[in-house]
């Protein structure tokens, strides 16, 4: 593809994917070849997660499906190995706000420290999602909050689903 520059991952603990994920993704599947969303299996710094691993990856795959070019998979090892596998040759991640910044300053002199050949590249979050986290959609549904216009409808309905069997 003319103009367009090889494999990137972007990747993230997704519980739930929100629009805001969805944004960027889209937004890095028209600049790069091919995009790799990678599912963390167990994010550090989240505790237990609302969905596995898998359902978080089909929630993506369901809602990427008319991307050609995007693919959604699982991982459970270092992201720089994880973006070696996959053949990549950047991280996309978004940057919503100056609060997210001192995290991902951090998160990428780390990958840099551990594979110096692999990029870090910072997307800015559509204003209409730069206030939109994962966080924030578990704790209104939990609350009962409507997220309707924030995660793809399965999701809206898994979450209400799961909220529910509690
Ligand atoms: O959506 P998140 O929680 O901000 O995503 C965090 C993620 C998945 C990008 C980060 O936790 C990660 O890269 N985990 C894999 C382990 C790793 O490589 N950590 C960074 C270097 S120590």
Request: aromatic letters at 8%; proline letters at 4%.
């Amino acid at each position: 593809m003319a103009g367009r520059n090889g494999t990137v991952v972007c990747p993230g603990s997704y519980d739930p994917v929100t629009n805001g994920h969805l944004d960027i993704i889209t937004r890095s599947s028209q600049v790069f070849e091919r995009v790799v969303v990678g599912v963390v299996n167990n994010p550090v710094r989240k505790g237990r997660t609302m969905f596995t691993a898998e359902e978080r990856q089909a929630f993506i795959e369901d809602a990427t499906v008319e991307l050609a070019n995007v693919e959604a998979r699982v991982f459970s090892n270092l992201l720089v190995e994880f973006a070696r596998e996959m053949d990549a040759k950047a991280i996309v991640k978004g940057l919503r706000a100056i609060s997210d910044f001192e995290y991902e300053f951090e998160m990428a002199q780390l990958n840099r420290k551990l594979d110096p050949g692999l990029e870090s590249i910072y997307m800015i979050a559509s204003p209409q999602y730069s206030f939109l986290s994962s966080t924030g959609v578990r704790e209104m549904a939990t609350f009962g909050g409507d997220v309707a216009d924030l995660v793809p409808g399965p999701v809206a309905a898994a979450m209400a689903e799961r909220l529910g069997e509690r």
